[in-house]
T-cell receptor, first 114, second 112 residues
Framework: DAGVIQSPRHEVTEMGQEVTLRCKPI?????LFWYRQTMMRGLELLIY????????DSGMPEDRFSAKMPNASFSTLKIQPSEPRDSAVYFC????????????FGPGTRLTVL | QQPVQSPQAVILREGEDAVINCSSS?????VHWYRQKHGEAPVFLMI?????EQKGHEKISASFNEKKQQSSLYLTASQLSYSGTYFC?????????????FGQGTILTVHP
């Protein structure tokens, strides 16, 4: 089975532009997570979904960030407008609802906002 | 609140052992351990549940002290491939079931 798929792998954009990151979780997984990783802040959870429903978005930095999960096999994270401080690696992860619920991470999207 | 990992960095020679610690101020349901190599995604190593159950790679061992909300990862007879950044992720369960909060990471470097 394929792992978590993310696109694009790299994104370079200019300040003020809209950015959309995409994620396809592992088939059959119930949870989907969006993380952001920077040197300064480490690996921080932005939002997570259970069965396509957002459960906790307390990590979303501000209104410029939004996430959707229209179906079990697709999710997007959108930044509008983007700012240089949004530059980071964004990971999507998924897990299956079991007592262990280990998370499987996608390869990440490296975002650079100029 | 983010769990605290110690040490921040470890340097070993092949064959040496290391222990990485993770401490939380909250009551925990589980502790997860992940390893991330430079430029790659974090990879699951082990999970320890409240109550004693655990699941993970055969060559990795860890402990979970539920009373102290602390976990330790034991790396024995280290190999070059063990190099990377190790993260613990803590889960409080309940309404936050499935949600992990990660520590700041421990950088492990193994030299020949």
């Amino acid at each position: 089975d394929a792992g978590v798929i993310q696109s694009p792998r790299h994104e370079v954009t200019e300040m003020g532009q809209e950015v959309t990151l995409r994620c396809k979780p592992i088939s059959g997984h119930d949870y989907l997570f969006w993380y952001r990783q920077t040197m300064m802040r480490g690996l921080e959870l932005l939002i997570y979904f259970n069965n396509n429903v957002p459960i906790d978005d307390s990590g979303m930095p501000e209104d410029r960030f939004s996430a959707k999960m229209p179906n079990a096999s697709f999710s997007t994270l959108k930044i509008q407008p983007s700012e240089p401080r949004d530059s980071a690696v964004y990971f999507c992860a998924s897990s299956k609802q079991t007592p262990y619920n280990e998370q499987f991470f996608g390869p990440g999207t490296r975002l650079t906002v100029l | 609140q983010q769990p605290v990992q110690s040490p921040q960095a470890v340097i070993l020679r092949e064959g040496e052992d290391a222990v990485i610690n993770c401490s939380s101020s909250k009551a925990l349901y589980s502790v997860h351990w992940y390893r991330q190599k430079h430029g790659e995604a974090p990879v699951f190593l082990m999970i320890l549940l409240k109550g004693g159950e655990q699941k993970g790679h055969e060559k990795i061992s860890a402990s979970f002290n539920e009373k102290k909300q602390q976990s330790s990862l034991y790396l024995t007879a280290s190999q070059l491939s063990y190099s990377g950044t190790y993260f613990c992720g803590t889960e409080t369960g309940g309404t936050s079931y499935g949600k992990l909060t990660f520590g700041q990471g421990t950088i492990l470097t193994v030299h020949p």
